[in-house]
């Protein structure tokens, strides 16, 4: 967990007492639930344990007062709001015949125990099929925006879905930069590369390569639950992004070695080929805002799919071409 001073730092404003969405946890907060995921993933308590555990942590229950109340208080003002606490994972059906569901009931038994939808004849055949829980994020907001080695601060990148704008202060390089330093995690293991990842997210000023490698030392006595929450922030991001954006066909283009270590290096050959169509120099287009870049790189694919269905080249081809799946071919044309 975090320290007393730690949670001063960090900020604990958030006025929300029932939140329901990841983005509406404030840093402290989003760094409480990251502890209560982890010990649920190493299958310390079930699901309603962890909605308790949420609950009681969320909206600032003091669990002794809980047990100084008689158990219709308890149950009435307790377990009454326990399955608004759902927000970070969802239930996994592992049985065929889910898919043949209404795709509505689908939904909402990702959020919902099937055994608590009354009257609905999918959801007493949904309550037979074998399930898990599993995490469920995809974030659409940096939710530690400043993070403190002591008592100086480090200011980092911002990002926020606001309707439909996203907002952010990251720059084309240091999105693939970070990309690059992830893939090196999963491959290699965090220890070596975490606090270079951290520099590459909070470099106080404007991004640097160089800068972040020579920053990275200081970030070694951050609380490892800190670095771990900060990991989990920018990957439920990056899920966001792909899964639930226009973009997911610029991140879903099909991979030779079918790797996921094999992104970045996507995406760094992107900028050079956004120079080459005349967009500026390795220089400009590095220093891009990723949201701009992102748009720049999609209305060129979107472009190079027309010009060749416009050709009468088939679907297969234009998939062999521009590396873009079946699928998403068949979203745009």
């Given amino acids: ?173 240091q999105f693939v930069d970070a990309l690059t330093i992830m893939s090196l995690m999963a491959e290699h293991g965090a220890d070596g590369y975490i606090d270079l990842f951290i520099s590459t997210l909070y470099s106080c000023v404007e991004y640097s390569p160089s800068l972040a490698r020579a920053n990275a030392v200081k970030f070694r006595k951050l609380n490892p639950v800190i670095k771990y929450s900060i990991v989990f922030n920018f990957e439920s991001i990056l899920s966001w992004l792909t899964g639930e954006t226009k973009y997911n066909i610029l991140f879903s283009r099909k991979s030779k070695k079918n790797t996921k270590t094999k992104q970045n290096m996507g995406f760094n050959a992107i900028i050079y080929s956004m120079t080459e169509k005349g967009y500026g120099n390795i220089k400009e287009v590095s220093k891009l805002n990723l949201i701009e870049f992102l748009e720049l790189v999609y209305k060129n694919l979107i472009d190079s799919i027309n010009q060749l269905a416009d050709s009468k080249m088939s679907k297969e081809d234009i998939s062999k071409k521009l590396n873009v799946s079946i699928e998403n071919l068949n979203q745009v044309l």
């Fill in 1 to 173: 967990m975090i320290t007393k001073l730690e949670k001063r730092l960090l900020g604990a404003s958030n006025n929300v007492k029932f939140p329901t969405s990841w983005e509406e946890l404030d840093p402290v907060q989003f760094i409480t639930v990251i502890c209560i995921l982890l010990e649920f993933k190493s299958k310390k308590f079930d699901v309603r344990e962890l909605q308790l555990r949420l609950y009681t942590e969320l909206s600032n229950i003091n669990s002794r007062r809980i047990l100084r109340r008689d158990y219709e208080w308890f149950e009435k003002e307790i377990f009454r709001n326990l399955d608004k606490m759902n927000f970070c994972f969802k239930y996994v059906y592992d049985d065929a015949r889910y898919k043949n569901l209404d795709l509505k009931m689908q939904e909402r038994l990702k959020k919902i125990n099937p055994e608590k939808i009354t009257d609905e004849p999918e959801a007493v055949i949904a309550s037979k099929f074998n399930r898990t829980v599993e995490i469920d994020a995809a974030i659409s907001k940096q939710l530690i925006p400043n993070i403190f080695i002591g008592l100086k601060k480090y200011a980092g990148y911002s990002f926020e879905n606001k309707g439909d704008i996203v907002d952010t202060s990251m720059t084309a390089e």
